[in-house]
């Protein structure tokens, strides 16, 4: 656990606020009020930023998959699993530059490996193992990457429910998703589940054309991306979770040695499309290595139930 909390990969927590008030006046505490957590300051986090220009800057997905990577080999030591992998946990800062900070964060849903008495993660990003109630593992957790990074480039969400249009029950419209993305799902381990399972294999058979989404692999290749790209997503996303890499292993993909195109001048916008300064050439290229230095600002950020506040502005003095 001392290794989780000092992890330069794990956004950290500096202080609780006990008894603390949120109105707009922070200086009058109220006695009674519920406490707030302190984390040090992160700008965004990988859901603010458009589809369209994490696939046209993949170097970014490439440090934080790195980073985050490094992160669940962390919680792998004490045998923990986050179960809460989504982009909206994952931290970025100083985008405008080639070397952006990214760490994990949101630890309130840890847990120990195996785990099996429901099943845990959000839906979207559940992994077959928890779904056929093996049990929540290390990696489930890669599974959780992997959902996420098609998440990232996908112009509409691949797993989870939004295309479920026949209002199905979502979780059987979810293990659906399972079986036409990669033709396999084996068997749920409790007896209780195999009627979802026979419902799920007819929603996912072709020839009744309940669901619009090819292969997995068919979907990520429609969006052109460098092969090594795809084939690291889908290494993550492996059915068979004794087959799926975990952690240490994922870092030794090739996507890691390659060399991606990134600007050497960022001019940080969200949902701008062209993010090259006037002058830039195409041909700048990350080196894998780079993005590793980490840095904590003083500015910290209250969170409460994914909600934030500064208590004083990033790269400034001026206070709330």
């Given at each position: ?276 300064s006037q002058g830039a050439s195409s041909s700048d290229q990350y080196s894998p290595g780079q993005g590793e230095q980490i840095f904590l600002t003083s500015t910290l950020y209250l969170d409460r139930e994914q909600s934030c506040l500064s208590m004083s502005y990033p790269h400034t003095s001026e206070s709330v």
């Open positions: 656990m001392e290794r989780i909390r000092k992890s330069k990969h794990i956004c950290a927590l500096l202080d609780t606020v006990a008894d603390f008030d949120p109105t707009p006046n922070l200086t009058d505490p109220t006695p009674g009020a519920e406490a707030w957590m302190a984390f040090e300051w992160m700008d965004h986090s990988l859901v603010d930023f458009e589809h369209k220009y994490l696939k046209d800057h993949p170097w970014i997905l490439q440090i934080a998959s790195r980073q985050i990577l490094k992160a669940l080999g962390i919680y792998k030591e004490p045998n923990l699993i986050h179960t809460d992998l989504k982009h909206e946990n994952i931290l970025v800062s100083n985008i405008n530059s080639p070397e952006p900070i990214v760490k994990l964060a949101d630890l309130g849903a840890t847990i120990p490996e195996g785990y099996n008495k429901d099943r845990i993660q959000l839906i979207a990003i559940r992994a077959p193992e928890v779904w056929r109630h093996k049990g929540g593992f290390h990696v489930s957790d890669v599974w959780s990457l992997g959902v996420t990074l098609t998440d990232c480039l996908l112009p509409v969400p691949i797993f989870g429910t939004r295309d479920n249009t026949l209002k199905i029950d979502p979780e059987c419209w979810c293990v659906a998703k399972i079986f036409r993305l990669f033709y396999q799902f084996p068997r749920p381990l409790h007896r209780l589940l195999q009627s979802e399972w026979e419902l799920a294999a007819k929603l996912a058979n072709p020839q009744y054309k309940y669901m619009e989404v090819g292969t997995m692999d068919d979907e990520l290749r429609k969006l052109e991306l460098p092969e090594v790209i795809v084939d690291f997503v889908m290494s993550l996303l492996v059915v068979d979770d004794e087959k799926r890499p975990t952690a240490q292993e994922a870092l030794k993909h090739p996507f890691f040695q390659a060399k991606l195109e990134v600007p050497p001048d960022l001019c940080w916008k969200i949902g701008a499309e062209d993010h090259l």
